[in-house]
């Protein structure tokens, strides 16, 4: 396994300068840990791309991978925007303190009330999906005699290399406007023609984990020939996010700049064939930021060994702080905390503790000998880990805990027994 991690003169496993298993000492185990200087690190890393390459454009972080408030306070300190996709986000980001011009709102059945609470609190631009929403919003607008920034977002006929369940930008989606049907041309009339509505430009998403440039230069190429036949010169592309993180030795993901450097050039090149001036770019990260700042930290329990067969080792959390192996067989590695480096001795599957045979957190591990007690560290697992989370099994979701400069906090407090109880209502009859 290629080192994914970082180590002490002692060979144990550190996140933030603070070793693994002294983090699950003091805090507890399951539990979420993030090395920020990671996450600045990402964020800076895009937004020097475009800066190198005398780009105007917006890098906002895609809040479904990771939505806390700290998460948003780190994102405001680093400047950059925010995607959200609900009004509990846009809720996290008011308690944030963040900047609410900097924020887009995406989604595919944005309610009356979210609409309603963008609308009341300011947000820069709302990523319009549908009809019925254009409908919803521009009536909003109308009573309460506002004007909006808005991105359309369309289904641009490009299919990534992905999971079937992450992936967004063909035809037969439930995301967007339709572009092959001429549904996208009718929603920008409609939008282009209404007083109070601006249309800055369109949006689409091809998927995640994509690790070939070739499907962002198709997009980026698509949008750009899509505008120019509806005779629409937008001042924002956005090409979304998606792009692949290194999970296991299977990934061999491009750097960043790849994929940016390839969607500026396809946009620069298609633009000036149209005659069109070059529209800023806007792109979506929220795994490539999130992702591999992130560890899991898990207790070893029990062990199963099947002869002939396998053997399982199960730890105290799974299906309900990591659903992502269970949902589409996502891959992981995992690590000792102790010992990272050691040398492997058998191959387990780590199990979780739910009530579930599809509970498995890594499916086949390579491990040094392990016993009851020993902490297990799963590696970038920092998107889509505790944004998934759920109290199945009435399992509390674990805490979440910042790491930097040698300095741990929780940011997000675990849940109690008593967390999982207080909306219960008595039955009676």
């Known amino acids: 396994m290629t080192n994914n991690y970082d180590m002490n003169e002692q060979g144990e496993l550190i996140i933030g300068g603070i070793t693994a298993n002294a983090l699950a000492q003091e805090f507890k185990t399951p539990l979420y840990v993030y090395d920020v200087a990671k996450i600045r690190q990402a964020m800076r890393g895009f937004q020097q791309i475009f800066a190198d390459a005398q780009t105007d454009a917006v890098v906002s972080f895609a809040s479904k991978a990771f939505s806390t408030t700290a998460m948003y306070e780190v994102a405001k300190q680093e400047k950059i925007h ?33 609409l309603e609470l963008a609308l009341d609190h300011g947000l820069g631009t709302i990523i319009v999906d549908n009809l019925y929403e254009l409908e919803m919003l521009t009536t909003l607008l109308d009573e309460r005699e506002q004007t909006q920034d808005i991105l359309l977002r369309v289904t641009p006929g490009v299919e990534a290399h992905t999971h079937d369940f992450i992936s967004t930008g063909q035809t037969d989606s439930k995301f967007g406007f339709d572009v092959q049907s001429g549904q996208a041309e009718k929603a920008y009339q409609i939008a282009s023609a209404h007083p109070r509505v601006n249309v800055l430009g369109v949006h689409a998403h091809i998927g995640s984990q994509i690790f070939d440039v070739k499907g962002f230069e198709a997009v980026a190429a698509r949008l750009v020939e899509i505008v120019h036949s509806w005779g629409f010169a937008p001042k924002v592309i956005n090409t979304g996010g998606g792009f692949g993180i290194r999970y296991t030795d299977d990934d061999d993901p491009k750097p960043m700049s790849e994929f940016i450097l390839a969607i500026i050039k396809t946009i620069r090149a298609e633009t000036l064939e149209y005659g069109m001036p ?7 990260p929220g795994r490539s930021i999130v992702g591999p700042a992130g560890t899991s930290l898990y207790t070893i329990g029990a062990r199963k060994d099947v002869p002939g067969i396998r053997s399982y080792l199960s730890v105290d959390g799974g ?32 199990a979780g503790k739910y009530c579930e045979s599809g509970d498995v957190l890594v499916w ?37 805990i910042f790491v930097e400069n040698g300095q741990a906090q929780v940011v997000v407090e675990r849940q109690s027994y008593a967390d999982l109880l207080r909306l219960d209502r008595h039955y009676e009859n």
């Not at 925010?82 to 309610?111: Q, R």
């Not at 070059?278 to 979506?284: D, F, Q, S, V």
């Not at 009851?372 to 979440?400: H, I």
């Open 319 to 350: 299906m309900g702080d990591n659903i992502r192996p269970a949902l589409y067989q996502a891959q992981y590695e995992a690590v000792l905390a102790n010992q990272p480096g050691a040398a492997t001795q058998e191959v387990v599957r780590v």
């Open 364 to 400: 086949q591990q390579a491990l040094p000998a392990t016993k009851p007690g020993d902490v297990l560290a799963v590696l970038a697992t920092g998107a889509y880990g505790f944004s998934m989370a759920s109290n199945y099994n009435r399992n509390p979701v674990p805490a979440v």
């Open 278 to 284: 070059m529209p800023a770019i806007w792109i979506e």
């Open 82 to 114: 925010l995607d959200v996709v609900s009004g509990g986000e846009i809720m996290t980001a008011l308690n944030a303190d963040f900047p609410m011009e900097h924020v887009s709102f995406n989604g595919n059945n944005k309610s009356l009330e979210e």
